[in-house]
């Protein structure tokens, strides 16, 4: 249940903070002064999304907190399945900054809106104005009656189902195309492969060719250096192999007489054998240059062949070439596996439509068993409102095709009168019908499905005297097994709560501000003989208010 709920900076509100009790509460106020705006606030740390201009100091932000008792609710798993912690009394917070930006925290962790609205929406129902207007929206309807039929589970296994299913459907177009474009583009895909296969490409290629084409056109230049090389070291009469051999020698002579000599002369020696090493490889490199035009015009035509492919497949080097191969590649072997994959798709494609077809059949069962139990629920309810003629039909049609929902089409049909057939509820022309069918609902939902606090603003319009008093004696009924906050403008309601909250508007001197007191039982009879009366508060409305407190 909702213990506690604090606001500031939020609309008209400054500050304010309301310590709310099991039972009946009820909220009244002028019309204008801001009950709607509590439901605002409250929806805010709920986890709906804040609208702009919401601040009631714009250089501060905005924060509403809500603390709720989780005992004997069950939702430990939630908690763990967000990496929460979980305490028995849960904080809600919800900031919205100067900029726009807002933050949500539970338990002043920081989560996402969606995980706050997830929690939130196991906490409280919220019946609003709104809903009475959505009422006659058919996905809306739906919603109501599964939600009543507790088809909860099954619809999200259906839509699971749902999502997969269009998801192999989008798959199996894109594959249709994609195996239509290659088949077309065949005989292109067919030749372009031909032709690199053709080109028997190998990595690191170029930069070889590139290299082989230097030293052959450069042949003559080559050999004359590395003969030059070998001349110089070892060939010539006068050589560097010679002298340094002379030079080791000399040093060997004076090796008795000077330590160093010695080391000096195997230096050389090694020198010796570096040089001697150097010239042969020079001569047999030399040996081996040949100018050859037949194999440099090989070279060049194969040099220009792979620069010529380069540029018509817009390439940038012949590994890039290879990869494009093997693509085509690729693409001609989907072509030719096309029809397996295709015929793989299709049959798991039809898998997943039986399986959805079978949900689909599941969850109309569902509704069906239950659309007698609720209609019968709905309308003892409406005989207790004074409605003893109202007939409450819940038509469900099988559509051609199964959609996000399931393959129903839903049909909410209703008569206030007797001997008329029941309509659609966007025909119904009374507010006060509307109403009472609305409290009829939610008090059978609240009966098939528990909330720990269910909020009604102004669930009771358009209806007055006896029926007000009916309605208040079913709010009382569901009190007693929830916590139930009602915002109300019936005497005969909020005489029968046992929490009254009155709000109204105070001026300063700078702007009008929204506040809350909680009423004691003298100032209870104030305002609901306020409420009694048109203008003027007698002693005979406060004695009225009296007797209808001390009747419930």
Known sequence: MLHKLRISNYALIEHLEIDLQEGFTVITGETGAGKSILLGALGLVLGERAETGVLFDPNNKCIVEATF?????????????NELDYEAECLLRREISPGGKSRAFINDSPVNLSQMKDLGQRLVDIHSQHDSLLISNASHQLAIIDDLAESGSLLDSYRKT??????????????????????????????????????KLTEG?????????QTLTHSEDIKTALFLAANNLNLAEINATALVKEAKAALSKISPYMADASELADRL?????????????????????????GELDRLNKRYSDLRALMAKYKMTSVEELIQVREKLRGQINAVENSDAELNAL????????????????????????????????????????????????????????????GSDEIKLLFSAN???????????????????????????????????????????SGISGDIAAKAARIMSALASKTQLIVITHLPQIAARAGHHYFVFKRDDQQRTK???????????????????????????????????????
């Open 69 to 81: 008792n989780l005992d004997g609710l069950g939702l430990e798993a939630f908690f763990s399945e």
């Open 162 to 199: 749902w999502h997969a299913y269009k998801a192999q459907q989008q798959q199996l177009t894109e594959l249709r195309q994609q195996v239509e474009e290659n088949r077309q583009r065949l005989d292109l895909i067919n030749f372009q492969l031909n032709e690199l296969d053709k080109a």
């Open 205 to 213: 290629e170029l930069v070889a060719l590139e290299q082989q084409l």
């Open 269 to 293: 020696g090694s020198a010796q054998i570096e040089l001697n090493d150097i010239a042969r490889e020079a001569e047999r490199r030399a040996d081996k240059i040949n100018f050859d035009a």
């Open 346 to 405: 299709r049959k798991a494609l039809r898998d997943t439509e039986n399986q959805l077809n079978r949900q689909a059949a599941e969850l109309r069962q569902k509704r069906q068993s239950e659309i007698p139990n609720l209609e019968r629920s709905i309308a003892q309810t409406l005989t207790s409102l004074g409605m003893p003629n109202a007939r409450f039909h819940i038509r469900l049609n099988l559509l051609e095709k199964p959609g996000p929902t």
């Open 418 to 460: 007797k001997g008329m057939p029941p309509n659609d509820l966007d025909k119904i022309a009374s507010g006060g019908e509307l109403s009472r069918l609305m409290l009829a609902l939610k008090s059978t939902f609240a009966a098939r499905k528990r909330f720990p606090t269910m909020v009604f603003d102004e669930i009771d």
């Open 514 to 552: 929204t506040m809350i007191i909680k009423l004691s039982q003298l100032q209870r009879v104030e305002e609901i003989a306020a409420m009694l009366s048109n203008d003027h508060v007698s002693d005979a409305a406060r004695q009225a208010a009296r007797e209808l407190m001390k009747g419930y």
